[in-house]
Every structure is written in structure tokens, then in C-alpha cells.
């Protein structure tokens, strides 16, 4: 059982590149989600969806997009990456409902240069 | 604005001691309460779910809630050097089954002295 699997693990980027990372969850979960975590802020919303054909903006979606291209994949991009984009992104899913708890991804550690 | 409190630590405790991590929410509409562990290097693992006032123990963890007080808290009986890890607490903050994710805090980072 893989879970939620995310790709590539690490990436490096120059400034205004642009990358997809890849997110596909095996548990037939409905939502998904992306985060980041840098030093000091903890794990911050960028993007969720709550179910196959929607998404919406959480607390920091700034030079982000998204694509729920089905229900079991979530991918994130950054159109013109920029330094203050280096960080560790994390995709996680879960089951809605009042308990939803959040299963996460491995990580994917990105640096812009 | 939904914020998670918690003290970043470093926390110290003796190997076989009891550690004590706490957490307090704003959201008084908060349903669930999560504590996940994250070693360096990796994504945060669920350890303890809560949903009701009082006490939940599983093996060696111990989380507690207490809703009129805003306030969770976990217990590590018999710590051990594999412990040593940042506790992220997280909250739902909606009641009706929430898809837009978990309030994290930003961690306390425990660390087990042998």
C-alpha cells in the first residue's frame, strides 16, 4: 500500500523556471492538498481540493496552480519559480468528514536558485 | 484568523521520564485534534487522534483535551531516545467535516536525553 506518493523527491530550479511536482494517493480519498513547511512557519495550506473537479486557494496560493486531474492525482506548479519558493512541499489526502485526518506524502524538497 | 500555539522547544527529558507537550487552539468550533510526530529529513506521521473531552492512551501516548480551556496536550510516558522528533499538533477547525485541511502549529521539538 504506497499511499500518497509524490515526485520528484528533490528538485533544483533557476529563477522564473517552471516545474510541476506530481501527487497520486491510493486510498480513495476524496480530498487532497498541498503544503509547505520552511523553518520558523511550520506547515502552511498552499492549494486544497476538496473533491474531483474542484480546488481552492488555503493561506499562501501566491505562484502556485493546481490540477485535480482525477480523483487520485493533485499536481502543483510553479509557473516562474522564485527563491522565496525554496522549500519542502508535502501533498496529503484525506477522507472527509469530522474526523479528517490528513495522511502526507514523503516530500519534495525544491530549491531556486 | 484560526491559530495553533505551541512552544518550539527545544524540550528536554531523561530517557524513561515522562514528556509533556502542549498545544492550545483559537477556533472554538473545533471538532478534531491530531498530534503527528516528524523525525528531520521526513513528513509528518499521525500518532494520536482525539475528538472528545478527557483522556485517549495508546500504548506509551497519552493525549488529553480539554475544549472550554482551548487546550490539548500529549504525554510520552517511558521516553525514549526514538522520540526525539518535532510534535506538530493540528486542529479541524469546522464541524461539519471540513475539506480544507488541518491548522497546523509550528512544533515542539522534543529531544530524549540518555
Known amino acids: 500500500n504506497a499511499g500518497v506518493t509524490q515526485t520528484p523527491k528533490f528538485q533544483v530550479l533557476k529563477t522564473g523556471q517552471s516545474m510541476t511536482l506530481q501527487c497520486a494517493q491510493d486510498?480513495?480519498?476524496?480530498?487532497m492538498y498541498w503544503y509547505r513547511q520552511d523553518p520558523g512557519m511550520g506547515l502552511r495550506l498552499i492549494y486544497y481540493?476538496?473533491?474531483?473537479?474542484?480546488?481552492d486557494k488555503g493561506e499562501v496560493p501566491n505562484g502556485y496552480n493546481v490540477s485535480r486531474l482525477n480523483k487520485r492525482e493533485f499536481s502543483l506548479r510553479l509557473e516562474s519559480a522564485a527563491p522565496s519558493q525554496t522549500s519542502v512541499y508535502f501533498c496529503a489526502s484525506s477522507d472527509r468528514g469530522r474526523r479528517n485526518t490528513i495522511y502526507f506524502g514523503e516530500g519534495s524538497w525544491l530549491t531556486v536558485v | 484568523q484560526k491559530e495553533v500555539e505551541q512552544n518550539s522547544g527545544p524540550l528536554s527529558v531523561p530517557e524513561g521520564a515522562i514528556a509533556s507537550l502542549n498545544c492550545t487552539y483559537s477556533?472554538?468550533?473545533?471538532?478534531?485534534f491530531f498530534w503527528y510526530r516528524q523525525y528531520s529529513g521526513k513528513s509528518p506521521e499521525l500518532i494520536m487522534s482525539i475528538y472528545s473531552n478527557g483522556d485517549k492512551e495508546d500504548g506509551r501516548f497519552t493525549a488529553q483535551l480539554n475544549k472550554a480551556s482551548q487546550y490539548v496536550s500529549l504525554l510520552i510516558r517511558d521516553s525514549q531516545p526514538s522520540d526525539s522528533a518535532t510534535y506538530l499538533c493540528?486542529?479541524?477547525?469546522?464541524?461539519?467535516?471540513?475539506?480544507?485541511?488541518?491548522?497546523f502549529g509550528k512544533g515542539t521539538h522534543l529531544i530524549i536525553q540518555p
Open positions: 481540493s476538496a473533491s474531483e473537479g474542484t480546488t
Open positions: 493540528a486542529v479541524n477547525p469546522y464541524s461539519g467535516g471540513g475539506a480544507d485541511g488541518l491548522t
Open positions: 477556533d472554538r468550533g473545533s471538532q478534531s
Open positions: 486510498m480513495n480519498h476524496n480530498s
